[in-house]
């Protein structure tokens, strides 16, 4: 069992930075990857950026990197996310998650999600 709880999100304006936490846990705690994903109301969820647990390696989605920034803390088993420069399309709902997958860029690659946490950017 695997269990991811993010937290973090709120309301902020625009330019503000918000770090978003993802800690894991739970016997079959033990990702290959983990990501971040968001989503908007009627849409469906937009890849943020991935980790590989063990390396470190990151990859970012499109118009993601250069003010996000993916990282980690394998002693804590926590997950984070760095958002700078937030603009009011960044207001979403984002969801950690963690897989087995190489190369996940996409939601099926993800076996455990989190509950998501609302971030909210006023303009």
């Known amino acids: 069992q695997v269990q991811l709880i993010e937290s973090g999100g709120g309301l902020v304006q625009a330019g503000d930075s918000l770090r978003l936490s993802c800690a894991g846990s739970?016997?079959?705690?033990?990702?290959?990857?983990m990501g971040w994903f968001r989503q908007t109301p009627g849409k469906e969820r937009q890849f943020v950026a991935f980790?590989?647990?063990?390396?470190?390696?990151?990859y970012y989605g499109r118009s993601m990197k250069g003010r996000f920034t993916i990282s980690k803390d394998n002693a804590k088993s926590t997950l984070y996310l760095e958002m700078n420069n937030l603009r009011p399309e960044g207001t979403a709902v984002y969801y950690c998650?963690?897989?087995?997958?190489?190369?996940?860029?996409?939601?099926?690659?993800?076996?455990?999600w989190g509950q998501g946490t609302q971030v909210t950017v006023s303009s």
């Open positions: 998650a963690a897989g087995r997958t190489v190369f996940p860029n996409k939601e099926s690659d993800y076996t455990y």
């Open positions: 739970g016997s079959a705690f033990n990702p290959y990857t």
């Open positions: 980790i590989n647990w063990v390396s470190g390696n990151t």
